[in-house]
């Protein structure tokens, strides 16, 4: 799961409000960008921006720091996964599942505490699909279900989730059909149910031009004064060269992935890692409960359907019972299905389904007897997930930024190389470096080879020239000793704990030996100007 990829996807605008050296993902580089920079600016633009003033009015002298940058967006995200809360407390209800425990299955996730804290997609994903479940589920006095009030804000949740991400038309797929089979039920006259659908369009329409409108500026940096004015152009001509230049970022992003062999090159997966993998590891007994519930229902379904063939003038009173709602399955698992027909299966491309899955397993009895098993695993999803996978990556940024603006580094010119090897890609922005600063070199390396990491070492010390240079390599435990063999030499090193790397899995014997800390570390070495072997 690429944590920190989407950490710099949104982190990328930092260099655009605070002038700070970022990474941009190909996503904004490419001719044909995939991802639109109106939630960014929005969410994480915004932290900025507040820092980026509180600083300029001397109100926080030191606003501007690893700690801000990290923490700002993320309590801003916090603030927004209340959103999950209020959408289940108002669903649960309509839906026949207890409120109060739909609210501690959901507070009681790993997923929530997880990744609903986090700057993904994923999650502002999950926060959409959760109003639009909330627009479209009410029921009348008597109890009953009864039409959505607002076709115009459906228009406008759909279109910014597909903006968002693509994919939310899978999840939008469910509640748009629930809500159009409730319009047409209604009973109103076909006047009015043609404005409804003309309100959701049309709303749908104005939204989409202003993503695109958006994006195209900020991709294109295009100015409409400039354009007027360095071309004397009329109106016509001006909305002429904007379309020219348009930027329509879901279809870029379409274009991109319905393309197997561009998926290839982030991962290809089996079609069934969702089903038998990614909903295990994200909901684990809550996953299975429901495939369960759903092969059950499939059965009686289909029991129902040979009987009807046999007996075809049927029997009477015969209904396909169920525990819990038919519906809220369809809302879990036709979303589930059509992500898995997508080669590249990642576990945060489900995350928003944890709110249909929960309101399934608040149902009465469902998930009660299964409460302690529950906790345990989302205490040791948490912990996983929360604080050991790539657990040393962002505190290995912050004692790197502390060490680049030190008193000394500052009094004296300093040029500092920091490589990384073996661990996710680092947000540069966390090192907090002004554009206009040359003194620090950042080098991902990924996941190179024992071969091509010692090379890269041996030529850093060979030509280590510069009196006040520090070359730094960042490595995870389990690759220390391939840095031994390289014949090169350290005189610091700093190891933070815990740092967990799933791609360098520590070995379990080593595990159980007095060396487990050192397995379990990320590992900050300075590169010695004297070429000894170790």
């Known amino acids: 799961m690429y944590f920190y990829y989407l950490y710099v996807f949104f982190s990328s605008f930092i260099g655009d409000i605070l002038n700070l050296q970022v990474y941009y993902p190909w996503e904004f580089l490419s001719n044909s960008p995939c991802r639109t920079v109106v939630f960014p600016l929005m969410t994480s633009g915004v932290t900025y921006w507040v820092i980026k003033s509180l600083q300029q009015l001397a109100i926080c002298s030191s606003c501007i720091n690893s700690y801000t940058l990290l923490v700002s967006p993320r309590l801003l995200f916090t603030i927004f996964s209340f959103i999950l809360d209020y959408s289940v407390y108002q669903l649960a209800p309509l839906w026949g599942a207890d409120p109060w425990k739909a609210l501690v299955l959901l507070a009681g996730s790993y997923v929530?505490?997880?990744?609903?804290?986090?700057?993904?997609?994923?999650?502002?994903?999950?926060?959409?699909?959760?109003?639009?479940?909330?627009?479209?589920?009410?029921?009348?006095?008597?109890?009953?279900?009864?039409?959505?009030?607002?076709?115009?804000?459906?228009?406008?949740?759909?279109?910014?989730?597909?903006f968002n991400r693509p994919t939310f038309l899978a999840f939008a797929l469910m509640p748009l059909l629930y809500w159009a089979s409730l319009t047409v039920d209604s009973q109103k006259s076909i006047k009015t149910l043609i404005n409804d659908f003309l309100k959701f369009i049309l709303c749908a329409c104005f939204t989409a031009f202003v993503f695109i409108t958006a994006d195209t500026f900020y991709f294109t940096s295009v100015s409409l004064?400039?354009?007027?004015?360095?071309?004397?152009?009329?109106?016509?001509?001006?909305?002429?060269?904007?379309?020219?230049?348009?930027?329509?970022?879901?279809?870029?992003?379409?274009?991109?992935?319905?393309?197997?062999?561009?998926?290839?090159?982030?991962?290809?997966?089996?079609?069934?890692?969702?089903?038998?993998?990614?909903?295990?590891?994200?909901?684990?007994?809550?996953?299975?409960?429901?495939?369960s519930a759903g092969f059950k229902m499939l059965k009686k379904y289909v029991h129902q359907l040979m009987?009807?063939?046999?007996?075809?003038?049927?029997?009477?009173?015969?209904?396909?019972?169920?525990?819990?709602?038919?519906?809220?399955?369809?809302?879990y698992f036709v979303p589930l299905a059509f992500l898995s027909l997508f080669s590249h299966q990642e576990p945060r491309f489900l995350i928003p389904l944890i709110l249909p899955l929960v309101l399934f397993s608040a149902s009465p009895s469902r998930a009660e007897k299964w409460k302690l098993l529950i906790v345990l695993f989302n205490l040791l999803g948490a912990l996983l997930f929360g604080c050991l996978h790539q657990g040393g990556l962002i505190p290995c940024l912050f004692h790197l930024e502390?060490?680049?603006?030190?008193?000394?580094?500052?009094?004296?010119s300093q040029h500092y190389t920091l490589l990384f090897a073996h661990t996710y890609m680092p947000p540069r922005s966390l090192l907090n470096?002004?554009?206009?600063?040359?003194?620090?070199?950042?080098?991902?390396?990924?996941?190179?080879?024992?071969?091509?990491?010692?090379?890269?070492?041996?030529?850093?010390?060979?030509?280590?020239?510069?009196?006040?240079?520090?070359?730094?390599?960042?490595?995870?435990?389990?690759?220390?000793?391939?840095?031994?063999?390289?014949?090169?030499?350290?005189k610091n090193e700093t190891l933070i704990f815990p740092h967990l790397s799933m791609e360098d899995p520590p070995q379990i014997p080593v595990l159980s030996s007095g060396n487990w800390r050192s397995q379990l570390g990320l590992y900050i070495l300075e590169l010695n100007r004297d070429h000894q072997s170790l």
Not at 134 to 158: C, F, H, Q
Not at 233 to 262: E, W
Not at 308 to 331: A, K, M, N, Q
Not at 402 to 412: E, M, N, T, Y
Request: proline share 4%; with cysteine; aromatic share 8%.
């Open 112 to 162: 929530t505490l997880v990744f609903y804290t986090r700057t993904f997609t994923n999650t502002l994903e999950g926060l959409l699909f959760a109003l639009l479940m909330v627009l479209v589920s009410s029921k009348n006095s008597s109890g009953r279900s009864a039409e959505p009030r607002s076709s115009s804000l459906l228009g406008i949740v759909t279109t910014a989730g597909f």
């Open 225 to 291: 004064d400039n354009l007027y004015s360095t071309n004397k152009s009329s109106l016509i001509d001006v909305i002429v060269q904007l379309h020219d230049k348009m930027v329509v970022t879901p279809f870029n992003f379409l274009s991109y992935n319905l393309n197997p062999h561009n998926l290839a090159l982030h991962g290809s997966h089996p079609r069934v890692t969702h089903f038998t993998v990614n909903g295990v590891m994200l909901f684990g007994i809550l996953h299975i409960l429901a495939i």
């Open 307 to 331: 009987l009807v063939r046999w007996c075809y003038r049927g029997l009477p009173g015969l209904s396909v019972h169920s525990e819990g709602s038919p519906t809220l399955l369809l809302f």
């Open 402 to 412: 502390q060490l680049i603006h030190s008193p000394v580094s500052s009094s004296h």
């Open 433 to 490: 470096i002004k554009k206009t600063d040359v003194h620090v070199e950042v080098i991902d390396m990924a996941g190179a080879g024992e071969e091509t990491l010692c090379q890269t070492l041996e030529q850093r010390a060979s030509n280590f020239t510069c009196s006040n240079c520090h070359i730094f390599i960042i490595i995870p435990g389990t690759v220390r000793a391939t840095v031994t063999k390289c014949g090169v030499s350290f």
